[in-house]
């Protein structure tokens, strides 16, 4: 097993629009600023860990566009190694961001194009790669199918495995069961578990709820309260930093999963890489966008050291 980092995706193009308010349905407002850039849970987060040092290979599918080109000048500048094909038939991927002025908080649609037919397939084409990685991290917007095969490729070649389970969905049989890691933040959580989540203590009973499903491992991420981490002994709570003033939340999920599957790639405890990718989070969500926003290693380094 080497030590690359294996990640299962999508790649979208984010139209951000910046408003004081969300318009209700049948009204137009007016926006205070609008941005285009690279996106998707998937290459963000192959993005984060590049940025921070893992080897970083991601798998997709593209369309031939100009939304395309900015993937692979996205991933080049990063240092992430593109696995993907190319298709003539149908559209690279694009969200829809709105973004509070006030609070940074934000609402997201996401269409995946062509990449909402990644396939089995496509999984057994890269098996070799996963089945040799040391982590392979998927989420959910891309095929159901594919992520499952992927997690159970990678748990028969001996990989660490991580789930992001967003956006939030039913889970076939069997899925949690292939997941060392699962990485829900509290509305993901609350999907998977029934159980609400509000607090700390909360978190800790949703946490215990994924571990009697077959997780290994339970993190559940909590904003600016920090994360939740359970193994099935004692539950940690680990409090978010304070890199700066918060400028917007979009992509800090995917910030901390690329940190935290770079820490793990990097030989680092589990408790050691939640750490460290809460101080990844922590850096992006000081800055606009979400790719643009990943930390380099130096700074998460910094700012551990720090604090």
């Known amino acids: 097993m080497g030590q690359d980092i294996v990640v299962l995706g999508v790649f979208v193009a984010d139209t951000s629009y910046r408003a004081d308010r969300a318009p209700r349905m049948g009204e137009t407002i007016m926006g205070n600023s609008f941005a285009l850039g690279p996106g998707g849970k998937g290459s963000n ?55 509070e002025e006030a609070t940074g908080d934000n609402a997201i649609i996401v269409c995946p194009g062509v990449a909402s037919t990644i396939s089995t397939g496509d999984i057994d084409t890269h098996g070799d790669l996963i089945a040799d990685a040391s982590v392979f991290m ?31 969905a039913d889970l076939p049989d069997g899925m949690l069961a292939l997941c060392d890691y699962v990485t829900p933040n509290e509305s993901e959580a609350e999907g998977l578990t029934g159980i609400a989540v509000t607090s700390v203590a909360e978190a800790t009973q949703a946490a215990e709820a994924l571990l009697a499903k077959g997780v290994g491992a339970a993190i559940i991420t909590l904003g600016e309260n920090g994360a939740l981490f359970h193994d099935g002994t004692n539950p940690v709570h680990v409090p978010a930093f304070n890199a700066g003033p918060v400028v917007e939340t979009t992509g ?10 770079a820490g793990l790639a990097r030989g680092m405890a589990p408790l050691e890489a939640v750490r460290f990718g809460s101080a990844t989070a922590a850096i992006s969500v000081t800055r606009p966008g979400t790719a643009p926003s990943m930390p380099d290693l130096g700074e998460v380094e910094a700012l551990l050291q720090a604090q």
């Not at 996205?74 to 973004?99: C, K, M, N």
């Not at 490729?153 to 495995?161: E, M, P």
């Open 138 to 168: 998927t989420q959910l917007e891309q095929p159901m199918a594919a992520a499952h095969h992927g997690l159970d490729l990678a748990r028969k070649g001996g990989a660490v495995t991580i789930l992001n389970p967003a956006p939030a």
């Open 45 to 99: 987060q192959a993005v984060a860990a590049a940025r921070v040092g893992g080897k970083v290979h991601f798998i997709t599918r593209l369309g031939r566009d100009p939304f395309a080109d900015m993937a692979l000048s996205t991933w080049e500048r990063a240092g992430v190694i593109p696995e993907i094909t190319q298709h003539d038939d149908s559209y690279t991927g694009a969200a829809y961001i709105f973004v």
């Open 252 to 261: 800090a999920g995917d910030a901390f999963n690329g940190g935290f599957a």
